[in-house]
């Protein structure tokens, strides 16, 4: 069974950075889907960080990590990355991908709606 899997969670001081990984199981192909990623805080909605299109044409930001997060993908490795940057103790939450079903982000990417696959998380604490 194809899994998502993500990685390279932990614990970082404020205004350090972390890059998540995405990368599929069993050599599954993710290079005609676009991808993205939610986080979800304790006692809070997940909510879209940002999405990427399957050529990589286009991304998309939540206004909250605008400048700060950027997406990128190695479809050769079926792999998508988030690189977080001057990270803030509200970005503390389990950071999830999902796959879409189609190559582009819809107008409503940020919705948990549609995606046919999601990983089980990896945890981003922000704490001094």
């Known amino acids: 069974q194809v899994q998502l899997v993500e990685s390279g969670g932990g614990l970082v001081q404020p205004g350090g950075s972390l890059r998540l990984s995405c990368a599929a199981s069993?050599?599954?192909?993710?290079?005609?889907?676009?991808i993205s990623w939610f986080r979800q805080a304790p006692g809070k909605e997940r909510e879209g960080v940002s999405c990427i299109s399957s050529s990589a044409a286009s991304t998309y930001y939540a206004d909250s990590v605008k400048g700060r997060f950027t997406i990128s993908r190695d479809n050769a490795k079926s792999t998508v990355y988030l690189q977080m940057n001057t990270l803030k103790p509200e970005d503390t939450a389990v950071y999830y991908c999902?796959?879409?079903?189609?190559?582009?982000?819809?107008?409503?990417?940020?919705?948990?709606?549609?995606?046919?696959?999601w990983g089980q998380g990896t945890q981003v604490t922000v704490s001094s």
């Open positions: 069993s050599g599954f192909a993710l290079r005609n889907y676009a």
């Open positions: 999902a796959r879409d079903v189609v190559g582009y982000c819809s107008s409503k990417w940020y919705t948990r709606q549609g995606y046919g696959q």
